[in-house]
């Protein structure tokens, strides 16, 4: 008899069938294998996809957010005492010209310098940063930072020689907000017996925590014309710091940059910087994409496992069914049903899993790091300070796609071996 596809009864036979009677107990093991193993392979990959988007993000954000977009700084040329230099002499109209180009949001002269720190007996090497007050105003992960001490607005206020260091730095010290540090610098006063290494003192004004590692450990930011009297680099500056409204699109800007910047000026942007990182990250997020999709394809082969176990259990109800009336296609359908429900109920549990653990990953990793003795996480191997995970609605409905699709079409097979079950074959030996 000719019935509209996925009729009621056929849901109805499927529904029977999957509730597996004691005598079956080896369908519903299989059922519940093939269950838990699509569930757990959908909330591997509904996890890392988030936490791979989410590292990602956090990565670039700590980069764009504490870092120049672009640096400009000079080729080296010859000065007329001979030496080699790199120092920008026109700093101010440089930095003015490439403000005034269309996408940047501000452009900065900086002076950098590597020294050594002191202070409570303490040592620790860190790059010192040169800065207007006003400029440093506007990075976003030092004006406003995860977690900060101290006034910002006392950073090169008058009559203060403050500086503003980076939590890492802080910590390695054991100095904080009033404490003075001690910077000392190889290149310092020439004399006639060569150059001694200078040493100066500064007051702490301000301690942040801009989220990367790396930058809180070793960064320290110094008033510009005090950086220009401290390494010996009065009226120049070592490069131009620029950020851009559209990061991502920075290298359709450098040729613009360059244009206003002059001639024997040289771009490195962000990308140049962290671009061999990122590369590894995109091998990375695609080779674990492959990897765990083969996890969801191991998952799906298990209701072929089940179904085949079916179909031989059932072979004595089908030949009834075929004698009635059902078509091949019913069977197909029926069994198919019994497939695809075991693999939507496991995607959806997967779902709800995965979403789960993206959502509050926080917790969930701080009982980790907790039982692991604080070992799960090393922040100067990591970069960033903690695991963090971005639910993108893209990567949810890939692995409901690639979940669904592969235990959709695992499934035709054997309903298919059932379909065409001759029904005197079925019954010969009843």
């Known amino acids: 008899m000719r019935t509209a596809p996925f009729a009621r009864f056929e849901w109805m036979i499927a529904w029977r069938y999957l509730r597996a009677k004691r005598a079956e107990g080896g369908v519903s093991v299989m059922t519940w294998i093939s269950l838990v193993g699509i569930t757990l392979a959908v909330f591997a990959l509904i996890a890392t996809l988030a936490v791979r988007t989410g590292f990602r993000e956090e990565f670039v954000d700590t980069i764009l957010g504490a870092n120049a977009h672009v640096s400009l700084y000079s ?5 007329e005492s001979g030496a080699m230099s790199r120092d920008i002499v026109e700093f101010e109209e440089m930095t003015d010209r490439v403000a005034q180009v269309p996408g ?3 452009a900065a002269p900086l002076i950098k310098g590597q020294v050594m720190a002191s202070a409570q007996g303490n040592t620790s090497g860190v790059e010192v940063f040169g800065i207007r007050p006003d400029d440093l105003m506007t990075i976003p992960r030092v004006a406003d930072p995860q977690e900060s001490w101290g006034d910002i607005d006392r950073f090169g206020a008058e009559g203060v020689p403050g500086i503003a260091i980076g939590s890492g730095v802080s910590r390695e010290l054991q100095a904080t907000v ?10 310092g006063v020439k004399t006639a017996f060569g150059t001694s290494p200078r040493v100066s003192n500064y007051e702490i004004v301000y301690v942040f925590t801009a989220g990367r590692y790396d930058i809180d450990r070793t960064r320290v930011y110094m008033p510009f014309t005090e950086a220009q009297t401290y390494f010996n680099q ?4 070592d490069e131009i710091e620029v950020m851009v409204e559209a990061p991502e699109r920075v290298d359709a800007l450098a040729p613009s940059l360059l244009s206003a910047a002059g001639d024997q000026i040289l771009a490195w942007t962000w990308r140049d910087a962290s671009g061999a990182f990122l590369r590894a990250l995109d091998i990375e997020d695609n ?6 999709s083969v996890l969801v394809l191991i998952a799906a082969m298990n209701i072929i496992s089940g179904l085949i176990m079916l ?3 059932k072979g004595r109800d089908i030949g009834i069914l075929r004698t009635i009336g059902l078509t091949e296609g019913a069977i197909l359908r ?3 049903i019994c497939g695809a429900m075991t693999g939507l109920i496991g995607t959806v549990l997967g779902v709800i899993l995965g979403c789960a653990f993206a959502i509050w990953i926080d917790p969930i990793f701080s009982a980790i790091n907790y039982f692991s003795g604080g070992q799960a996480w090393d922040p ?6 903690a695991l963090p995970a971005k639910l993108q609605l893209a990567d949810v409905l890939s692995a409901v796609a690639l979940s669904l699709g592969l235990s959709f079409i695992v499934t035709i097979f054997p309903a298919r071996r059932a379909a065409r079950m001759s029904p005197v074959e079925a019954l010969r030996y009843e």
């Open 75 to 79: 080729a080296q040329y010859m000065t």
């Open 104 to 106: 940047v949001i501000r």
């Open 178 to 187: 009033g404490d003075v540090v001690q910077l000392i610098s190889p290149n």
């Open 234 to 237: 009065e009226g120049v500056a």
């Open 287 to 292: 080779v674990m994409f492959v990897i765990l």
């Open 311 to 313: 179909v031989k259990n």
């Open 334 to 336: 029926v069994f198919f």
């Open 380 to 385: 100067s191997i990591r970069g960033i300070y």
